[in-house]
């Protein structure tokens, strides 16, 4: 299965809606601001692979541990988000210091209904990259090409 990309900045498979709209609209064609969001903190690097069976979805989160993530799926829209909070505090003679740390982030792609197995959706986190399997379906696994006969 091809994908191509619209005018509007959709990717799409050939002749279905939007796959991965969130990846090529705003952060493959911005170049100047990779990696941060609106508000200048840091969003984590996303790969997208194609074979002909799933799309593999890479988000790189090192320092995380797997119970930090929340991955939903409402309709067709799936998103990735997270949530860390760390504190520290020193105390030493006659000084206190104490630190607050906070990291978060959200990811949103939306999912071509006919194209993906939403049921079957896979997610594991390991070595600082977040790893989902989205499962195609059948009708979107690449087929052999069909031979016509001439009569």
Same mark, same amino acid.
């Given at each position: 299965?091809?994908?191509?990309?619209?005018? #509007?900045?959709?990717? !799409? @498979?050939a002749?279905?809606? /939007? !796959?991965? $709209?969130?990846?090529?609209?705003?952060?493959?064609f911005?170049? %100047?601001n990779?990696?941060?969001?609106? /508000?200048?903190? /840091?969003?984590?690097? +996303?790969?997208?692979?194609?074979? $002909?069976?799933?799309?593999?979805v890479?988000?790189?989160? @090192? %320092?995380?541990?797997? $119970?930090?993530?929340?991955?939903?799926?409402?309709? #067709?829209?799936?998103?990735?988000?997270?949530?860390k909070?760390?504190?520290?505090?020193?105390?030493? $003679? #006659?000084? /206190?210091r104490?630190?607050?740390?906070? &990291?978060?982030? &959200?990811?949103?792609?939306?999912l *071509?209904?006919? =194209? +993906?197995?939403?049921?079957?959706?896979?997610?594991k986190?390991?070595? %600082? =990259? !977040?790893?989902?399997?989205?499962?195609?379906?059948?009708?979107?696994?690449? &087929? *052999?090409?069909?031979?016509?006969?001439?009569?």
């Open positions: 299965m091809s994908i191509v990309k619209r005018n #509007n900045g959709s990717l !799409l @498979p002749g279905t809606r /939007t !796959l991965f $709209d969130d990846f090529f609209s705003r952060e493959l911005n170049w %100047g990779t990696n941060f969001s609106s /508000t200048l903190t /840091t969003v984590p690097s +996303v790969n997208i692979k194609e074979n $002909d069976n799933h799309f593999e890479e988000v790189a989160a @090192p %320092g995380m541990q797997k $119970d930090d993530f929340r991955i939903t799926l409402d309709s #067709n829209l799936l998103t990735i988000s997270s949530f909070k760390n504190e520290t505090e020193e105390s030493k $003679d #006659n000084y /206190t104490r630190e607050f740390s906070y &990291q978060s982030f &959200q990811r949103s792609f939306e *071509a209904k006919d =194209v +993906v197995d939403e049921e079957h959706i896979e997610a986190y390991e070595n %600082g =990259v !977040l790893k989902l399997i989205i499962p195609k379906t059948e009708k979107a696994k690449k &087929q *052999a090409p069909r031979l016509i006969e001439i009569k």
